[in-house]
């Protein structure tokens, strides 16, 4: 992938950006940041680390030209969301919003006295944030795959970004052309990274109710169209992982 961004949809008003891939080439596994605009206020979707900071921050404020950073939205506490955060809380006058199991543990990353104010919990059950005169809805997304995390709805453009739910590593394209063909670059991180089927069924169940036309997730390919999406949830409702099977590890004599 190209260090680049990709507009997935702008009506002239309300802009969806995909920051493609700001840390291909290293040893750092591949992941995608999101910009979402609304006349003059704008959110940044699970910024990355260090190593990418300044050139996340670069192209974000680019993007948003002379409209506000008003949000930043953390999806769980993994290092490749979150690790940068403090610069991003020093350097903009955004909010930081993540779940509320994971406030007390954001601060080990170096978060500055400063900013401590502006990392906001999240409820279990999630929120709503409005942004300019829209409106965009956080998601409970728990144990896919950490036990807080979750998922941004934006009912403008129909997007649901997902996380580390529908990750997909090693292909070369940014939107999944086939999907039975693209599940071998999926299976296994759902396999192993995901809690449950319960914990995926009960999301798919949740998805099912809303009108999407994209399903973007923070690592790989997004799933176009509504067909595709459908594809997606249906998958993910079927999935065995996690602790459906793992029984042969919890095993002392393999030790």
């Known amino acids: 992938m190209s260090t680049a961004n990709t507009v997935i949809f702008d009506n002239g008003i309300h802009r969806n950006i995909l920051l493609e891939d700001f840390g291909s080439g290293g040893a750092a596994i591949q992941a995608n940041q999101h910009v979402i605009i609304h006349g003059k206020e704008g959110m940044i979707l699970d910024p990355g680390g260090h190593k990418i900071y300044s050139s996340v921050l670069n192209e974000t404020l680019s993007l948003l030209?002379?409209?506000?950073?008003?949000?930043?939205?953390?999806?769980?506490?993994?290092?490749?969301?979150?690790?940068?955060?403090?610069?991003?809380?020093?350097t903009t006058d955004a909010d930081a919003y993540i779940s509320k199991l994971w406030t007390r543990f954001v601060p080990h990353f170096g978060l500055d006295h400063l900013v401590v104010e502006r990392l906001k919990p999240v409820p279990d059950e999630g929120?709503?944030?409005?942004?300019?005169?829209?409106t965009v809805s956080i998601l409970p997304a728990h144990f896919l795959h950490s036990p807080g995390n979750l998922h941004v709805y934006d009912p403008i453009s129909k997007i649901l970004y997902t996380s580390d739910l529908g990750a997909s590593i090693g292909m070369d394209y940014i939107e999944v052309p086939d999907f039975e063909q693209h599940i071998r670059y999926m299976e296994g991180f759902h396999k192993r990274y995901m809690a449950s089927n319960k914990a995926m069924r009960l999301w798919a169940d949740m998805a099912r109710t809303l009108d999407i036309d994209i399903i973007a997730p923070q690592h790989g390919a997004l799933f176009r169209g509504k067909e595709m999406v459908n594809q997606f949830i249906n998958w993910c409702a079927d999935l065995q992982c996690g602790t459906d099977i793992m029984e042969n590890i919890y095993n002392s004599s393999s030790t």
Not at 69 to 79: K, N
Not at 127 to 133: I, P
């Open 65 to 90: 030209g002379g409209s506000k950073l008003r949000y930043i939205f953390l999806s769980h506490q993994d290092p490749d969301i979150v690790a940068a955060i403090n610069g991003w809380l020093m």
């Open 127 to 134: 929120m709503q944030l409005a942004l300019a005169e829209s």
